[in-house]
Structures are given as C-alpha cells and as structure tokens.
C-alpha cells in the first residue's frame, strides 16, 4: 500500500467540496432561487413533522436552517470521502454516490414552485465537477500505486521506504489536491458576491417607495371563459427574452441615463430625477418577434414611467434624426424609430410593472416600453444610453443578426379554448382566445371550424388600442375529429392574413389552428 485510504477519501471531499463550490455559483449566477444544498434543507424542513420543526426552531431559534445547512454539508463530506475511498476498488460506485447526491440535490431544486429545467443546471454543473475532478485526483493516486518498490516486503521490514518517485508521485497528488481545494474555495467566494450583488439589488428595490398606483383590471376585460389566458399578465409568469447571461443587477443609486446624439442639448437623468418626473401610467402588451403564430412570448401589463417624448422635447431632436439607439447595462441594442418615441403614444422609460418597481428580470431599475412596436426594436430592458441618430448610421443586436430594421407589431390572434388536442362534448361548442394589432387595435375576430363558414366572436373591452383583447365565440359543432381557425381584423377594416410567414425577418404571420375532438354526449 503506497497510498493510504486517507488519501483516497480525501480526493473524494476534495472534489465534492468542488462539486458543491461550482453549483453555488452556478445558482447564484443564474439568479436561481436557492443553491442545491439549500434549496435541500428547504425541502426536508417543509417536509418534516410539525412536531420535529417545532421543537428544531424551539431549541435553535432562527438559526434552524444555517444548522440544518451545516448538518447537511456535514453528511455529504461523510459520502464524499467515502465516495472517494470508493474510487480505490469501485470506482462506479463513487460515480453512484454522486450520482444519488445529484439525483437529491434535483429533488431539492425542482420542489419548489414555478421551477423551470434550467433551475436543474447548477446541479448537472456540480456533478460534472464531481466527476471530472475525483477522476483527475484518483488517477494520480493509481500511478503512484503502480510505481515499483524500494524493495519486497519482507517480515522485518513490511513497508519498504519509499522510492523517489513514489515520494514525488504522492506530493504531486496533494499539490493537485489542494490547488482544487483553493480555486473551489475561490469560486465559492465569487458565487457568494454574486449573490450579494443580487440580494443588494433585491433589498433597494423593495425599499423604493414610487409614486406609482396599483393596476385596477377594467372589468370589461374579462370576457369570462375559463380556461382563457388572464387579460393581465402577473409579473411572474410573464414572458422573458434576453440574451443575457447574468442578469445585469443595477442598483437604481448607481443608475443614470444619458440622452445625446444629435440634439441641441445632452442630457444625463440620475434616478432620483427621473422618478421626480411626472409619470405616466398606461396598459401595454408587450410581444416578441419570435412568437410563433399561436406561441405564448406575449404579455400585457400596467406600466409605469416616464413618457421619452418630454425627455426628447428637453433635449431638442434634431429635424434629420429618424432613430434612437437604445443600449442596455449589459451592451444589448436597438434601433427604434424616432416617430414611434416622439407621436401621441405612451413611449416610456418604465419603472414600474403592475405597480410594483419593475422586477430585475425585467429590466429593473429602468427599461423602455414602445407600445405597437416588438421588444427586439424598442423594449431595451437595463437602458442606460439613448442616442439620437439616423438608421442609415447604426445596426443594432438583432437586425445585425438579420432581422428587420423595423419591428411594427402585426396583427394576430390565438385560441386558448379548448387547447389543441383536447375533447369537448358535441353540440354548442364556446370558443375563446385572444387578439392584438397594438396601437391600431382590434375592431373584429372571426373562428371557423373545419373550413366551414366564418363566425364573429364576441370582444371584451380594452381600455386603449394598445392591448390584446379577449374574445369568445359559439358554434355548434357534430361529434368527431375538427379543426378551428381563427383571424382578426383591425380597426382599419384590415384583416389578418393567413399567409404563413416564419417569425424571421420581422414576425410570424398567418391563422392560428387547432384541432379538437367532439364527443358525443
Ligand atoms: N437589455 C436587453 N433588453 C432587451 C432584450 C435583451 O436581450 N437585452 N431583449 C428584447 C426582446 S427580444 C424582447 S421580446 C423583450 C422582452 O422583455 P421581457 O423579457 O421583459 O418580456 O425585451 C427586449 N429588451
Ligand atoms: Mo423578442
């Protein structure tokens, strides 16, 4: 035995503690609720006795999950080195363990409300840690097991000294060990200031107090179907698009936009003066150009902010500028036309998202809302800089990816009942979904039902153009197998093609069909 099985085991703490030190980060960098250890000692205090939770608060007060966390971290370092002692014989038994650890550490994650697969990746980044480095480390340990003795082992002298080699072999071992240990140490202190920076951001955000109301749903909204997608759209299931990777965290103090390019006089707002600003509040749905015809990247909210018209009017527009480009903390940009900034509609640096400061997703602590235009070309979430300038001149993210300079918002519709593939009982059959053209508005929607005759559904209210609207339609339908297609028709009299187009250059076109089968009663 040229290694001992203390090495062994500690190859496998070694690289459990870097398993556990590359998830948290991971978890912290993609803003996931709880790292896996946590979100674990979460999961087993939801689910233990009454009785057992109690008596754990009793005894330690507020600090029942830190200890619950340190019992936890505590067991696993026990499967770790076993796990790495393991390794020694049966290596696919380490690979189990972990693999076991993983498997809990997912149950953990995915317990929680509202958990999407991503949320899973913190742990598939630990386990590969596991792996990979328990891999390295014992591979090091068997070329030193295989190295040739000093000398046989002999009654008197049972271990011979070691050779040289078998002394350098061991050290290069514990070199690598520890150099593992001190960059996961490191990389758990980088995911523990990501975090902070995220729970900073979180805690100004909750102490803002703007002036901004609350929405109150138009009751006119609802056209009362169920099954429908609510006309508002809460803020948490509201659809996200972005392309960044960490999610910029801005705390607003530290936040300021500048407004130049060609106008007669620069602006830079902090904040503070922004929110002084007299704000302006309207519903808005929100679209991406990548909705597919039926596809659900759609959302409508209350926002609030400031209109960019008067911050344009302060600053004086030059008469040849046509656009604004737009960029984010994080280097995102886009082109929007100076038109749709600037006409009677309510282009806003948004603050607030159903009356709550906008949540970071999103954009916070400032992001723009174009009503009528896609967000690719207009809804510049963490906006720091506005420059005023012509189209001629710039290219932006997306249209540099080949999509359009111009984004304006098409016209469609979506049926949300029944959904495809369900069954409903024949005879008189309710049909309802939703339909937007914003800022021209809906004037009319139509379904049919296996190519048959067009039937005008009900609308619910909309309190502006600028929103989706509810409809709802009854036809009577025979029992068996059919299709129901939907198309609108604007407040210009225009109505929606059934041309099919894909999303790319500048949005999906075409009629929403589903299929759906009648039974008989
Ligand atoms: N900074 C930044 N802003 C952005 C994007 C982005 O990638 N980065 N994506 C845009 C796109 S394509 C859309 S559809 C909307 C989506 O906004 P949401 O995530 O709040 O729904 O944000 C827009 N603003
Ligand atoms: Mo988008």
């Known amino acids: 035995m040229r290694t001992s099985n203390a090495a062994w085991s500690l190859a496998g703490v070694v690289a459990g503690g870097a398993g556990l030190a590359t998830s948290y980060l991971a978890a912290n960098l993609m803003n996931i609720r709880e790292a896996p250890v ?67 550490g997912l149950l953990g994650v995915f317990s929680y409300k509202n958990t999407e697969s991503s949320d899973g990746l913190p742990v598939i980044v630990g386990l590969a840690t596991w792996l990979v480095v328990l891999f390295v480390l014992v591979e090091r340990l068997r070329r030193v097991e295989l190295l040739p003795d000093s000398a046989e082992p002999t009654e008197e002298q049972p271990f011979p000294p070691l050779t040289d080699e078998q002394r350098s072999g061991r050290r290069g071992f514990l070199i690598g060990a520890g150099s593992v240990a001190v960059v996961a140490a490191a990389t758990g202190l980088v995911g523990r200031w990501a975090g902070r920076s995220r729970r900073n951001v979180e805690k100004a955000r909750n102490l803002l107090r703007l002036n901004i109301s609350k929405p ?59 929110v002084r600003r007299q704000m302006t509040e309207s519903w808005v749905t929100l679209n991406c150009v990548s909705n597919e015809v039926g596809g659900d990247l759609i959302g409508n909210a209350w926002w609030s902010g400031v209109r960019i018209a008067d911050l344009l009017e302060d600053a004086g527009v030059s008469p040849d500028a046509d656009a604004v480009l737009q960029t984010s903390q994080d280097g995102w940009t886009c082109g929007t036309p100076l038109e749709a900034l600037t006409d009677d509609r309510d282009a806003m640096l948004a603050v607030g998202m159903n009356g709550e400061p906008l949540p970071i997703e999103h954009g916070f602590p400032v992001r723009t809302i174009v009503p009528g235009l896609y967000g690719y070309v207009s809804a510049c979430k963490w906006v720091v800089d506005l420059e005023v300038t012509r189209f001629d001149e710039i290219t932006a993210f997306w249209t540099d990816k080949g999509w359009s300079e111009r984004g304006p918002v098409k016209m469609s519709s979506r049926i949300d009942v029944p959904r495809h593939g369900h069954d409903v009982p024949a005879g008189v059959v309710t049909f309802a979904g939703m339909a937007w053209s914003q800022h021209t508005g809906i004037s009319g929607v139509q379904v049919a039902v296996d190519d048959g005759e067009w039937h005008s559904a009900l609308l619910a209210g909309v309190p502006s153009t600028d929103t989706w609207v509810q409809w709802k339609v009854t036809v009577n339908v025979e029992p068996g197998d059919h299709t129901v297609k939907v198309r609108a028709v604007d407040k210009t009299g225009r109505p929606q093609t059934g041309e099919v187009q894909d999303v790319l250059p500048d949005g999906a076109t075409g009629w929403h069909t589903i299929e759906f089968r009648a039974t008989e009663a």
């Open 38 to 104: 946590v979100a674990v000692a979460e999961l087993v205090i939801r689910h233990a006795p009454g009785s057992v939770a109690e008596e754990g608060i009793d005894t330690l007060g507020t600090a029942d999950k830190p200890v619950l966390v340190g019992v936890i971290l505590g067991i696993l370092a026990i499967l770790f080195a076993v796990a790495g002692w393991q390794a020694r014989r049966r290596w696919w038994l380490s690979a189990l363990l972990f693999g076991t650890i993983a498997a809990v």
């Open 216 to 274: 109150t749903v138009p009751a006119a909204t609802k056209i009362g179907v169920q099954g429908i997608t609510p006309w508002v759209t809460p803020n948490d299931d509201f659809y996200l698009i972005d392309t960044a990777v960490i999610v910029p965290t801005i705390e607003p103090q530290d936040w300021s936009i500048r407004i130049h390019g060609m106008v007669d006089k620069e602006l830079t707002l902090t904040y503070e003066q922004l």
